[in-house]
């Protein structure tokens, strides 16, 4: 088994904070036969934790995906350069601040299992910065069985989060290093 580390690049408050929930539960796009949706969306106070859920028949999901185009690869973040996911992932992307996409990576997985022909994947990513608004764009597509669908997610009570983000301990030598 190859364990993958979270975010060596995460700040000493986010290790020391459990977070706040800003949103969630939301589907982001849906088929027949085939789902993506966002569990929640944990903020701290310089990052958000997107925590997604994709559930597929395993008969609508091609084992070769063409290519990603040079316009995606040049938008991919140096975390997913390292562990890009598998090629028969679903695709996720957001933007953040009317930006550049971003593709978020499974890399980070919590559960990815195939049982009586239907796919099922929990994972989350991380995004290093908050929306200067309180929204996320979100655009969601699996091989031909689910063409992109772009949702909007207004997110609440981004103020003040370094007051809301529930402290884990209260000691800065708490975090790894």
Do not use: K
């Not at 953040?96 to 099922?120: C, I, K």
């Not at 699996?142 to 884990?168: I, K, N, Y």
Request: glycine content about 6%; overall charge neutral.
């Amino acid at each position: 088994m190859t364990t993958h580390p979270w975010n060596v690049e995460e700040s000493n408050d986010t290790w020391r904070r459990l977070g706040a929930v800003v949103h969630g539960p939301a589907v982001l796009a849906r088929a027949p036969g085939i789902a993506v949706g966002l569990r929640c969306v944990f903020a701290y106070p310089d990052s958000l934790s997107i925590w997604l859920l994709a559930r597929a028949d395993a008969a609508l999901i091609p084992q070769d995906l063409p290519p990603r185009s040079d316009a995606e690869a040049a938008v991919q973040s140096r975390w997913e350069a390292l562990w890009p996911g598998r090629p028969h992932d679903p695709l996720v992307h957001v933007t953040l601040n009317h930006g550049p996409q971003r593709r978020l990576s499974w890399a980070e997985r919590r559960d990815d299992s195939t049982l009586d022909g239907v796919r099922y994947i929990s994972s989350a990513s991380r995004i290093l910065g908050l929306p200067a608004g309180r929204q996320l764009d979100f655009e969601v597509s699996w091989g031909p069985a689910l063409a992109p669908v772009s949702t909007r997610v207004q997110l609440s009570h981004l103020q003040r989060l370094t007051d809301r983000a529930l402290l884990l301990l209260d000691d800065p030598r708490s975090s790894p290093t």
